[in-house]
């Protein structure tokens, strides 16, 4: 499997302190028995954006435990995660109380708005208005271009690779622009969110480890990629990420 975009990884990762763990995702309970289990469940898997919603599920305190699921990896919870999100794809969440979320913007906003006292959205509703604004943008504008470079079979009739690779170049390109727009209309104050770190630095630190957004970014917006940077290291973050992306040793 190319590294490309999301679809790179299959060690199992999500490691919570705050609930016991079931192991890999062939040897969790099906999806229909975990309905009332009283504890989030998370379908995901490591490099992915499944790494968002552990973010923010700790940064909750909620009790949660990780399916490795995805719709590239053939095991076993690729049924369950299918029955539950017909596109196939992760973050999957079903809350405790059997309802299944999906889009990892709206996964935010539910944790945000059922925990109002983390912050995730902000200190008042000006601050709100512009997280929502930069989650959907990203969602959007960003991640739906990794789609397209992860699967650009997808995006076009022609079955050459030569033309498969095209679609991915522009792709790749339109990401990239569509980051530098983003640099441009969201500035730190000092974080994303406003004062405190909150959704929206949760969303554009993930989101925009693929595809080359940040040897790009780097070159083309440094103080955004610095911004990145220190995101990761917030300790409601370093952990989470640290799982998904091991230091290179
Ligand atoms: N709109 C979704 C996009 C999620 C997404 O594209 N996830 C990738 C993994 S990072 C995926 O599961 N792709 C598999 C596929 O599309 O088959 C969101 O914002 O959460």
Same mark, same amino acid.
């Given at each position: ?167 991915? %170049? ?25 004062? %405190? ?53």
């Amino acid at each position: 499997m190319p590294k490309l975009g999301c679809m790179t990884a299959a060690t199992p990762i999500g490691f919570p302190t705050l609930s016991p763990q079931p192991g890999n995702g062939s040897a969790n309970p099906s999806a229909a028995s975990q309905a009332a289990s009283g504890e989030y469940v998370l379908y995901g898997l490591q490099g992915s954006g499944s790494a968002i919603v552990e973010i923010a599920l700790q940064w909750c305190g909620q009790p949660y435990r990780v399916v490795q699921a995805a719709s590239w990896e053939a095991n076993a919870a690729r049924e369950e995660l299918r029955q539950l999100n017909p596109l196939m794809q992760i973050p999957t969440l079903r809350t405790p109380q059997g309802a299944v979320l999906t889009e990892s913007a709206a996964i935010l906003m539910h944790l945000g708005g059922r925990h109002p006292d983390t912050g995730l959205l902000g200190a008042d509703d000006a601050q709100r208005d512009q997280i929502l604004r930069g989650l959907v943008f990203v969602a959007a504008n960003c991640y739906s271009c990794i789609s397209i470079t992860d699967y650009p079979e997808r995006y076009t009739t022609q079955t050459d690779d030569a033309s498969r690779e095209a679609v991915r %170049q522009a792709a790749r390109q339109r990401l990239h622009l569509h980051w530098t727009l983003f640099a441009d209309q969201f500035p730190a104050r000092p974080w994303l969110s406003g004062a %405190q770190p909150g959704a929206l630095d949760v969303m554009a630190v993930i989101v925009s480890k693929w595809s080359g957004t940040r040897p790009y970014l780097e070159a083309h917006r440094p103080s955004f990629f610095a911004l990145l940077k220190r995101i990761e290291a917030l300790p409601q973050v370093a952990g989470v990420h640290a799982q998904h992306w091991p230091p290179s040793v």
